[in-house]
């Protein structure tokens, strides 16, 4: 009360406690490769108190990406320093979803005056290069990652970080390994008439799909691939001769995505002079395209040596 009022009953008293001083400050912590075509993004935000009491917040975090050529790859999941996961989120987990806002923090959350609290939030992700757009950020929403983070109540302060997108890169490994697959006489050596099987394991290992895949051994003959990927998806291998055809390339089955495999065969009949010679060396090239026509190779070697 006042103690210079004098009207009965007392006089009304105002007790100004200022604007809350309350600031947000969001960054991009680290920005991971973790596998072909993924990635991990951790964004460090930072909610301060410059108050000279206590007072209240609610965190919210929303992700405004591409429309584009990026999809989360799982599930998000955000822990805290100082301040108070949303209860709500089991073990600090969520499905984010791009363009909606999740309240991260717990409604109310208590901060001391002077007080810093931080919160961190990484998220799985996974790009296409094929289909990215606006993969650089300028400032606005949906240009990179664009991530904002808001406190709750009219007035108070929003903070936003952006990573530019990396659209991957192409990339592809070609195994090759032999065998002697057939043995006329049983004794694990090669002679006249043994075959040789080969195995061939071609690989997406970066980061992009691949177009155009093509299989050259020119040192056999019945060379065949399967007509579908390891992943289980339809593929058309062109091999040797096929590779220089006119149609080369217009087959929209010679598909290869991220992490995926496909696998092709040959046989070789040993002759005298392989015998003589003590030891067959076949060497094969794989090849395809990236999203923006960049081509890769991969060359591998398999010797068989078993001669008596």
Request: include cysteine; glycine fraction near 12%; hydrophobic fraction near 35%.
């Amino acid at each position: 009360p006042d103690p210079t009022c004098s009207t009965p009953g007392g006089c009304e008293t105002n007790h100004p406690v200022g604007d809350p001083a309350l600031t947000v400050q969001k960054s991009v912590e680290s920005y991971q490769t973790v596998g072909p075509g993924s990635y991990r993004i951790t964004w460090l935000i930072e909610v301060s108190s410059t108050e000279a009491h206590d007072t209240f917040y609610t965190l919210t975090d929303t992700p405004d990406f591409p429309i584009s050529g990026v999809d989360f790859n799982g599930v998000a999941l955000v822990t805290s320093s100082g301040g108070v996961v949303n209860p709500a989120l089991p073990g600090g987990s969520y499905t984010p979803v791009n363009g909606g806002g999740q309240q991260i923090s717990d409604a109310g959350v208590l901060i001391a005056a002077g007080a810093t609290h931080g919160y961190r939030i990484t998220m799985p992700l996974r790009v296409s290069g094929e289909d990215l757009v606006d993969e650089v950020c300028n400032g606005s929403g949906g240009h990179g990652l664009f991530n904002t983070a808001t406190l709750s109540g009219s007035g108070l302060p929003s903070s936003d970080a952006c990573q530019n997108v990396t659209p991957g890169r192409p990339a592809i490994r070609l195994s090759k390994v032999v065998e002697l697959g057939v043995d006329g006489n049983g004794n694990h050596f090669g002679e006249v008439g043994d075959v040789l099987n080969y195995g061939f394991m071609i690989e997406n290992v970066g980061s992009q799909d691949l177009q155009t895949v093509y299989l050259l051994d020119p040192q056999v003959s019945d060379l065949v691939c399967d007509a579908t990927t390891l992943g289980g998806q339809p593929i058309r291998v062109w091999i040797n001769s096929e590779i220089f055809g006119s149609s080369f390339g217009s087959d929209a089955l010679s598909h290869l995505a991220v992490g995926d495999s496909v696998m092709c065969f040959a046989t070789h009949t040993l002759t005298a002079t392989d015998v003589a010679r003590g030891r067959v060396v076949n060497t094969a090239t794989s090849t395809a395209k990236g999203d923006s026509d960049e081509v890769v190779s991969s060359t591998s070697t398999a010797i068989f040596g078993a001669f008596q």
